[in-house]
């Protein structure tokens, strides 16, 4: 097997080993939540108010957490930092690569502060749901469950996307990639107080 070759299924593999490692908690996620929906609303008989609030629920979240948050950010975000990875990866980065695919390790500080105080507000709303009267964790759960599942498919799409060397049109959000940011702002403002490479 040529060099190439070699590197080419060294970067697939972890390209792979990221994204489907995210989506691999993802579904451990969904079969849980969906699971215990499933569990409590077979044992009860949701009125009409229950049932449109669950509908109403699921829309909503389908909406803000599996489209905006999901389709639009996260899921590309996820393949563009999993194929930044296969590219310049550390040996540490690569075995950690989900959780670095989840910009829960080396990204800029911006996104790192943001990804832990969602993973802080995650587990916040988790105890607080389990505290809820069972119809209504139920919908609750199988909202968050659909969006999650939402949100499983869009990595899928997004890596199939990455895969066949389309854009994904958002960053990486690596630390690297804030200092060359940086460097070439400051780089311009020189040139402007200058007076520019094309001033007379």
Same mark, same amino acid.
């Given at each position: 097997?040529?060099?190439?070759?070699?590197?080419?299924?060294?970067?697939?593999?972890?390209?792979?080993?990221?994204?489907?490692?995210?989506?691999?908690?993802?579904?451990?996620?969904?079969?849980?939540?969906? =699971?215990?929906? =499933?569990?409590?609303?077979?044992?009860? /008989?949701? /009125?009409?108010?229950?049932?449109?609030?669950? %509908? %109403?629920?699921?829309?909503?979240?389908?909406? &803000?957490?599996?489209?905006?948050? &999901?389709?639009?950010? &996260?899921?590309?975000?996820?393949? $563009?930092?999993?194929?930044?990875?296969?590219?310049?990866?550390?040996?540490?980065?690569?075995?950690?690569?989900? *959780?670095?695919?989840?910009? *829960?390790?080396?990204?800029?500080?911006?996104?790192?502060?943001?990804?832990?105080? *969602?993973?802080?507000?995650?587990?916040?709303?988790?105890?607080?749901?389990?505290?809820?009267? #069972?119809?209504?964790? %139920?919908?609750?759960?199988?909202?968050?469950? &659909?969006?999650?599942?939402?949100?499983?498919?869009?990595?899928?799409?997004?890596?199939?996307?990455?895969?066949?060397?389309? #854009?994904?049109?958002?960053?990486?959000?690596?630390?690297?990639?804030?200092?060359? $940011?940086?460097?070439?702002?400051?780089?311009?403002?020189?040139?402007?107080?200058?007076?520019?490479?094309?001033?007379?």
């Amino acid at each position: 097997m040529s060099p190439p070759v070699r590197e080419g299924r060294r970067r697939l593999a972890v390209v792979l080993w990221g994204v489907l490692g995210v989506v691999a908690v993802l579904v451990e996620a969904i079969c849980r939540l969906g =699971a215990t929906a =499933a569990r409590i609303l077979t044992g009860y /008989t949701l /009125t009409t108010g229950q049932l449109v609030l669950l %509908a %109403a629920w699921t829309v909503t979240i389908a909406y &803000f957490e599996g489209y905006r948050g &999901f389709q639009q950010r &996260f899921s590309p975000r996820v393949v $563009a930092r999993a194929l930044h990875l296969a590219e310049h990866g550390r040996p540490l980065h690569v075995a950690l690569a989900p *959780l670095y695919c989840m910009a *829960l390790l080396h990204a800029t500080r911006r996104r790192l502060i943001a990804t832990w105080a *969602l993973v802080a507000g995650i587990v916040a709303l988790i105890l607080l749901v389990r505290q809820m009267p #069972p119809p209504y964790r %139920a919908i609750v759960d199988a909202g968050v469950a &659909f969006a999650l599942a939402w949100g499983a498919v869009s990595i899928l799409v997004w890596l199939a996307r990455g895969l066949a060397g389309r #854009p994904l049109g958002i960053s990486a959000d690596v630390p690297e990639d804030a200092g060359r $940011a940086v460097d070439a702002e400051h780089l311009a403002r020189q040139a402007a107080r200058a007076g520019g490479p094309c001033d007379p």
